[in-house]
């Protein structure tokens, strides 16, 4: 996937302007729907109410923040099936769970609650293909129209994103990760035997 990137043309985008941009596109995804690949084990969120609960070691208060957003989920899950889409995510996991990823996954298991499509992939599935080019990029299609790689600092803070509209490049993309989709397991699947009953991670205490 990195070598097909590196040769399509593309436009790099600021954060403030690749948020508007994705806000413009992100409601006509269309039947094609939304489909984002998430590889990296570890981000940081800052502003995010629950994230900051994790980070400072309240992970009791993290996990009922996430609890509280069921009313919001509920309503942003409702408007993108009025819209006539879905999300699809592909959520690379790699065993020990890193303590962010225990959280987010706490995170996506309420979305997929609510109707975003995840499936969890072993970093065995993509070892062909990381092995050749690197470790997969962030990557988030919007229907047939438009593609970010998502970029992140040095600390795992998104910065931006390089904007993609070659249709060919979207094409070939958005088939990759719906094969990966294909092939991965249902989140609550995995989450019921893998994550429910990890004793809270390092850095959250309580």
């Given at each position: 996937m990195?070598?097909l990137?590196?040769?399509?043309?593309c436009?790099?985008?600021?954060l403030?302007?690749?948020?508007a941009?994705?806000d413009r596109?992100?409601w006509?995804s269309?039947a094609v729907?939304f489909?984002?690949l998430?590889?990296?084990?570890?981000?940081?969120?800052?502003g995010v109410e629950?994230?900051?609960?994790?980070q400072?070691?309240?992970?009791?208060?993290?996990?009922?923040?996430?609890?509280?957003?069921?009313?919001?989920?509920?309503?942003?899950?409702g408007?993108i099936?009025?819209?006539?889409?879905?999300?699809?995510r592909v959520?690379?996991?790699e065993?020990?769970?890193?303590?962010y990823?225990?959280?987010?996954?706490?995170?996506?298991?309420?979305?997929e609650r609510?109707?975003?499509?995840?499936?969890?992939?072993?970093p065995?599935?993509v070892?062909?293909?990381?092995?050749k080019?690197?470790?997969?990029?962030?990557?988030?299609v919007?229907g047939n129209a438009?593609?970010?790689?998502?970029?992140?600092?040095?600390?795992?803070?998104?910065?931006?994103?390089i904007k993609?509209?070659?249709?060919?490049?979207i094409?070939?993309?958005?088939?990759?990760?719906q094969g990966?989709?294909?092939?991965g397991e249902?989140?609550?699947?995995?989450?019921d035997r893998?994550?429910?009953?990890?004793?809270p991670?390092?850095?959250s205490?309580?």
């Amino acid at each position: 996937m990195r070598s097909l990137l590196a040769e399509a043309s593309c436009e790099r985008l600021d954060l403030d302007a690749y948020l508007a941009d994705f806000d413009r596109h992100f409601w006509n995804s269309g039947a094609v729907g939304f489909w984002k690949l998430e590889r990296r084990q570890t981000f940081r969120e800052p502003g995010v109410e629950s994230w900051e609960a994790f980070q400072r070691g309240a992970w009791r208060e993290a996990l009922s923040l996430i609890a509280d957003q069921e009313s919001h989920f509920e309503r942003y899950f409702g408007r993108i099936a009025q819209s006539g889409f879905a999300l699809h995510r592909v959520r690379v996991v790699e065993e020990p769970l890193t303590p962010y990823l225990q959280w987010e996954l706490h995170l996506l298991r309420l979305k997929e609650r609510h109707g975003e499509r995840t499936r969890v992939l072993r970093p065995e599935s993509v070892l062909g293909v990381e092995e050749k080019e690197g470790m997969l990029p962030e990557i988030v299609v919007l229907g047939n129209a438009v593609m970010y790689e998502i970029v992140y600092d040095d600390d795992g803070t998104i910065s931006g994103g390089i904007k993609f509209s070659e249709s060919d490049v979207i094409s070939k993309c958005r088939d990759f990760i719906q094969g990966l989709h294909a092939g991965g397991e249902r989140l609550h699947t995995f989450f019921d035997r893998r994550v429910v009953h990890l004793r809270p991670p390092v850095n959250s205490a309580g």
